[in-house]
């Protein structure tokens, strides 16, 4: 009619023969059971509820036998060292079964579904193509596993491969949805079946991976490799899904041929990869990490620079034999001062928030060249396109400085300016570019040692600086583009007006230094009156007609008629004092 067999609170039960069920029963209790076999009726059920362990066979001939079922509970655990011809069912929540046979020969293995499976002892345990597991698969002691057969579609909850085992995935589709830790060998020996690995796989010190099967195999989870041996076969490894790191005490890793798709792989460990490398993802290197091979560096993604020390460089961090980079974005984000590297980029980025970019030679792009954040000093040299298209692109807050004789790099069919970007001009004799894609100047900086002078009309979003050197605006204008921010005119510096036109407008501050110079040098102008309370430092009258004022100024330095006319009068009642000297020199 049934019943309950309990354990005592801590005891162990023992049976030196076998117990038969001839009716169903329930083992409870906290202690632990041990008997050489059970056989269950059929048609019977013996259920195991017990927080201890149960212990059922130690000679490969004993063991749960019959043709009853043996139901496993939750949190149970159940050891195995004999056959198991009674069925079993062993999915409950955070139950175990442990096949522990330990002879070194074979023990079968039930294809049942299983939640925890541990494969112990010593000899081969093999998986059969129903066997599936929920939580997680472990090997221990000195067990080989192999299963030449596919795992049924149910993937694995997590893999443990532990010391002196060996598990070997064979010709079958293996998913493990968890963690991956390998202190003894994990094999992969067919190209045959999918193989992914979704959690973090671990190989622990001594650990070995191999690829004798020259499997593909993809990762969504990264890799650890602290182990001993890292063989990874010529098949493709893939790593796509999710964001992933590649680490370990174990340098360098090395792979014959991978993948990074849509995702960020962060490569924390000197990596070598001897066939391709294709990029269609981001690739982060560690600052102090490189990225080697006898391979080509290919894809549509983005090669992230990090190195700050040493060579700071693309060329030193990516020493990879090939490089194809029509299509590829390389992208300087380093937490330092960094060198771009003389090489024909696809695309180039510059994204290093506080940081400096600079050019050591002339470079060039064929794509699109971006300074996302930071600064891209070109310096003397240029980072022109190739030939006509793609984008220049200087967002919110970036600065790029242009030395030299040039402008704006060319080429670029587009340009995207940021409304708070910074475009520095300290060269010689330098044109200040004209923003193509009806764009305007954010914050525009003339900081050189020669004259910049217009090559148009331009708009500032922003303020207009001229720290050092002459801005010369001809004939044409550098007005704000709507009422607001600063013009300011350092000491020393000087800014021409030529034209019709005063000083640029719609700047709501005006900051004029006391040894700065202002050359009015057209034709019929009206001198400007500063706002915010300032002066003209040194004013000059150079054109070819008449200068009157617009209202009272005054001039803390010199003020100089070298040509034309300077009208102070013309009916009204300006006026005009002057700290300096007063020379004409056009009488």
Not at 381 to 407: K, P
């Amino acid at each position: 009619s049934g019943g309950t067999v309990s354990g005592n609170t801590g005891g162990t039960w023992t049976g030196s023969s076998g117990v038969n069920f001839n009716t169903s029963y329930a083992i409870n209790g906290s202690g632990n059971w041990v008997s050489e076999d059970f056989t269950i009726a059929t048609t019977i059920t013996v259920t195991n509820n017990c927080t201890g362990t149960v212990t059922i066979g130690t000679a490969p001939a004993v063991g749960l036998n019959g043709f009853g079922t043996f139901i496993q509970g939750n949190n149970t655990y159940l050891k195995l060292g004999g056959s198991s011809g009674a069925e079993l069912t062993a999915t409950a929540t955070g139950n175990t079964v442990e096949y522990t046979r330990n002879d070194g020969t074979a023990q079968a293995i039930k294809a049942i579904n299983y939640y925890n499976l541990t494969l112990s002892g010593s000899g081969s345990k093999s998986l059969s193509a129903t066997t599936m597991v929920a939580g997680t698969l472990t090997t221990s002691g000195t067990v080989t596993s192999t299963n030449a057969n596919e795992m049924a579609t149910t993937p694995i909850g997590s893999l443990v491969v532990g010391t002196g085992t060996t598990f070997t995935v064979a010709g079958f589709n293996l998913t493990v949805t968890g963690t991956t830790s390998v202190t003894g060998t994990l094999n992969h020996s067919s190209a045959t079946g999918t193989k992914i690995y979704t959690g973090l796989v671990t190989i622990n010190a001594a650990g070995i991976w191999t690829n004798t099967g020259n499997s593909a195999i993809t990762f969504r989870g990264g890799i650890t490799h602290n182990g001993t041996t890292f063989t990874s076969g010529s098949g493709v490894y893939t790593f796509n899904t999710n964001n992933q790191t590649i680490s370990g005490s174990t340098t360098p890793i090395s792979i014959s041929d991978m993948t990074v798709t849509t995702i960020t792989l962060n490569v924390n460990d000197n990596l070598a990869v001897a066939t391709t490398l294709t990029d269609n993802g981001v690739i982060t290197p560690g600052a102090a990490n490189i990225i080697s091979g006898a391979g080509t560096l290919t894809g549509t993604g983005t090669a992230q620079v990090t190195r700050t020390a040493a060579t700071p460089d693309f060329s030193s961090q990516y020493t990879i034999t090939n490089k194809t980079y029509t299509n590829l974005t390389v992208e300087y984000v380093g937490a330092g001062a960094q060198t771009v590297s003389n090489v024909g980029y696809g695309h180039l980025k510059i994204n290093m928030a506080g940081q400096v970019a600079s050019l050591a030679a002339i470079t060039t792009v064929s794509g699109n060249l971006t300074i996302t954040a930071g600064t891209l000093d070109i310096s003397t040299f240029t980072a022109n396109r190739t030939s006509g298209g793609g984008t220049l692109t200087l967002s919110n807050g970036a600065t790029l400085t242009i030395g030299g004789t040039n402008g704006l790099p060319t080429n670029y069919t587009t340009h995207s300016i940021g409304s708070t970007s910074t475009v520095i001009y300290n060269g010689t004799t330098q044109t200040v570019t004209v923003p193509n894609s009806a764009q305007n100047y954010g914050n525009l900086t003339i900081n050189g040692s020669g004259t910049a002078s217009l090559g148009g009309t331009i708009g500032v979003a922003g303020d207009l600086s001229i720290s050092s050197g002459t801005l010369d605006l001809l004939t044409y204008t550098a007005n704000r583009t709507s009422g607001g921010g600063t013009l300011t005119l350092s000491n020393g510096a000087a800014l021409k007006i030529a034209g019709t036109n005063g000083l640029p407008t719609n700047y709501t501050a005006h900051s004029i230094g006391a040894t700065s110079t202002v050359t009015y040098n057209g034709s019929t102008q009206t001198v400007t009156v500063p706002n915010s309370a300032q002066n003209y430092g040194n004013l000059t009258i150079n054109g070819s007609g008449t200068a009157s004022l617009g209202g009272t100024i005054g001039v803390a330095g010199n003020l100089t008629i070298t040509s034309g006319n300077l009208d102070t009068v013309s009916g009204q009642s300006y006026g005009l004092s002057i700290g300096g000297n007063w020379s004409n020199s056009s009488v």
